[in-house]
């Protein structure tokens, strides 16, 4: 995780209350100016008026500012943690595939361990992806020509990015994806993905 991305992003969001803050100390020091000079009503009754007013908008605006505030940084910490993850898989899908096409059985068993890691079967929601991947995956360690399988393999993690990416984005624009917003974005890009390889099975890529 990179914290110190995830301070930064604290560090701004507490400058943002300061700057709310002191907007609201110059407009109450003109409300007040306002009642004491052209309302007529004395120092002290400004001022206290200007106080109780000040005080409930700066504790309902903190109160917003603070639940807001703490949503951005939960949010930015997945998309930290997600992009993490695309970088982790990617790297991880290479090495697979190098060793693949040298035929290094030992290795690729190693790697096909670290790279099933990474991915979740038993999540019903997500079955396309992971399990469809596992299953090219052990395809791939016992194929002995492995070109075919490889670059099937390539194209369907290609769509995974892809789709990881995608998801980011939106989170970042409007926040977690409910869970069925998430599995309609799911089949979506698996129906796309799927389309896409009888496509090239068929020769019209």
């Not at 019903?124 to 791939?140: F, L, T």
């Not at 917003?181 to 799911?186: E, G, H, P, S, V």
């Amino acid at each position: 995780m990179d914290w110190i991305k995830i301070n930064n992003i604290r560090r701004k969001e507490r400058g943002n209350i300061l700057i709310v803050i002191a907007i609201l100390s110059l407009l109450g020091i003109g409300i007040e100016i306002f009642l004491t000079e052209k309302v007529g009503i004395g120092q002290v009754g400004a001022t206290l008026i200007i106080g109780i007013v000040a005080a409930f908008a700066s504790t309902k605006n903190n109160s917003t500012t603070i639940k807001q505030s703490s949503k951005n940084t939960f949010i930015n910490t997945i998309t930290i943690a997600r992009k993490e993850y695309m970088a982790e898989l990617r790297k991880a899908v290479e090495e697979f595939c190098v060793t693949a096409e040298r035929n290094d059985n030992e290795k690729l068993k190693e790697l096909s361990y670290k790279l099933k890691l990474l991915m979740n079967p038993a999540d019903k929601d997500n079955e396309h992806w992971d399990r469809k991947a596992i299953e090219m995956i052990d395809k791939i360690v016992q194929a002995e020509n492995k070109t075919e399988d490889i670059d099937r393999f390539i194209t369907l993690m290609q769509s995974w990015l892809a789709l990881e990416w995608y998801g980011m984005r939106e989170e970042a624009k409007k926040g977690i994806m409910s869970k069925e917003d998430k599995k309609t974005l799911l089949d979506t890009e698996y129906s796309k993905y799927t389309e896409w390889m009888e496509e090239k099975d068929n020769g019209q890529e």
